[in-house]
């Protein structure tokens, strides 16, 4: 067990130790794991933050070189194999165990980015010479990259813009989106990248960034654009994706971002003439944003339609693929499967209390104020 933030001991697993620098022979601190959290919430504690009586099992550590091995029994990797791990339904058993021995441990703490100090969530695989460093400092910008405390005043100095590099192709109100080219911010889009893996555990890092568009969503005042969030999507997506990542920075989250940029791909989507989705897998709150988005859009639709509607009118209203709009439906209890067809059943009461239930619809896009041209006819 571990006191946590809240004052209340939690069970915890205990994943490594270090030693205190410059301290005494058995001064160590242990990053821990709540079992009832997400790994988002791991960290490094004190061992007077442990209960020690509450220890069940003695697992045998050996110590070498500041690496701690733990044995594991078969019964542990049994249960491994079997259990449901959120946002990595595509790994097997032991690409599973590799990723999280590989990210089990966060190497930065805490980052600063603008006027924000965030704690960061996991493991992202920084270069070598940031491995004992915990708290990073980002330029706002992301054009000169991340830097030390004692090299701030230099990076802020060299760094010159007030916005992001690329494209402003949407300006409502004090809400901006640019759109960068990977290919032509290659510095840009791989800060992104190594940013977003501190808060993003299922995603993989992309080195190669010339392959993606990305959409970065910022505030506006009179000292700049300041990025609240982003998602990317490849150039070229034959798979139909129409979104690869997608991130709302922690300072800025419940405030309807996460739902505007999803809402932001799929007037993209329509620009393009397609249909769209995110690319798999989702993590636990991106599912959860997709799905009130999807609700809310086919809610609205069904309540204000007169008559029958098909799937793949939806689809063609929406630019959401067949596939999540039947999944969505399906888990709304609106559509049954007769004589060998989907049919919707969409009872007045029924959506008005699935529409309570789904919450207010979150910040709107304005299409009128959205200037672009998709991507394959820039060329």
Not at 101 to 113: D, M, P, R, S, W
């Amino acid at each position: 067990m571990c006191r946590w933030r809240d004052g209340k001991y939690h069970p915890v697993k205990v994943i490594e130790r270090r030693k205190f620098p410059c301290s005494g022979v058995n001064d160590y601190e242990y990053y821990v794991h709540y079992t009832e959290f997400n790994r988002r919430l791991d960290e490094w504690v004190k061992l007077e933050q442990l209960d020690l009586n509450s220890v069940e099992t003695v697992v045998d550590e050996k110590v070498e070189d500041k690496v701690t091995s733990l044995k594991m029994t078969r019964h542990q990797k049994r249960k491994i194999d079997e259990t449901h791990v959120e946002g990595h339904e595509e790994l097997d058993a032991a690409s599973l165990r590799e990723h999280e021995e590989f990210t089990k441990v966060k190497n930065i703490a805490t980052i600063e980015l603008g006027r924000y100090e965030i704690e960061t969530w996991y493991f992202s695989p920084f270069p070598p010479e940031y491995n004992d460093c915990s708290k990073l400092f980002f330029c706002e910008f992301l054009s000169v990259g991340m830097f030390y405390p004692f090299q701030l005043k230099h990076a802020v100095r060299k760094c010159d813009l007030k916005h992001p590099p690329g494209d402003e192709i949407y300006r409502s109100g004090t809400l901006s989106m640019f759109e960068v080219d990977g290919k032509k911010n290659k510095v840009y889009g791989q800060n992104l990248c190594y940013l977003a893996k501190l808060f993003l555990d299922h995603k993989t890092l992309y080195y190669d960034v010339d392959l993606f568009l990305f959409y970065v969503l910022c505030e506006c005042d009179d000292r700049g654009c300041h990025m609240v969030g982003y998602f990317s999507k490849e150039k070229h997506s034959e798979e139909s994706y129409n979104l690869a990542c997608i991130l709302t920075l922690p300072p800025y989250q419940r405030k309807g971002y996460g739902k505007f940029l999803i809402a932001f791909s799929y007037e993209l989507s329509k620009k393009e003439g397609k249909v769209g989705t995110p690319e798999r897998p989702l993590s636990d709150l991106g599912m959860l944003s997709y799905r009130g988005y999807w609700t809310r859009v086919l809610l609205d639709i069904l309540k204000k339609h007169k008559g029958n509607i098909s799937i793949k009118e939806l689809s063609d209203m929406t630019a959401i693929k067949a596939e999540d709009i039947l999944s969505t439906l399906q888990g709304l209890e609106l559509i049954q499967y007769r004589k060998g067809q989907h049919v919707i059943c969409a009872d007045p009461k029924v959506l008005d209390r699935h529409l309570k239930a789904a919450g207010r619809g979150g910040l709107e896009v304005d299409v009128s104020k959205l200037i672009w041209t998709p991507y394959k006819e820039q060329n």
